[in-house]
């Protein structure tokens, strides 16, 4: 059974919009924080958002915001992530992830992770 699996990742042009969706499988909001994390070649993983259960608080890490959305929802145990207005910069493999949910998305904290989901933008 896989725990945690994104979907929804594929190719669209420069402008374009696109959801994916991170179900989260035998876990539940109740038990864990979850983020979305992305990484593209070269560079290090960032953070974007995550929803902390707890104090029911979405957390978008710093020029997140706007383009970014989240949405948790726990009628069927999933988050989705929301993405608009995409630019080729947005080139990346999204992941989701299990763990701490704070204003600081520190991937030490996440100790579970889906296998993730190819976006890629093109001019």
């Known amino acids: 059974e896989v725990q945690l699996q994104a979907s929804g990742g594929g190719t669209v042009q420069a402008g374009g919009s696109l959801r994916l969706s991170c179900e989260l499988g035998e876990f539940t909001f109740a038990e864990y924080g979850a983020g979305w994390f992305r990484q593209a070649p070269g560079k290090q993983r960032e953070g974007i958002a995550c929803?902390?259960?707890?104090?029911?608080?979405?957390y978008y890490q710093s020029g997140m915001k706007g383009r970014f959305t989240i949405d948790p929802d726990n009628a069927k145990n999933t988050l989705y992530l929301h993405m608009s207005s995409l630019e080729p910069e947005d080139t990346a493999v999204y992941s989701c992830?299990?763990?701490?949910?704070?204003?600081?998305?520190?991937?030490?904290?996440?100790?579970?992770w889906g296998q993730g989901t190819q976006v890629t933008v093109s001019s």
């Open positions: 929803f902390s259960p707890g104090p029911n608080e979405t």
């Open positions: 992830a299990l763990g701490a949910c704070g204003s600081v998305m520190f991937k030490e904290l996440y100790h579970y």
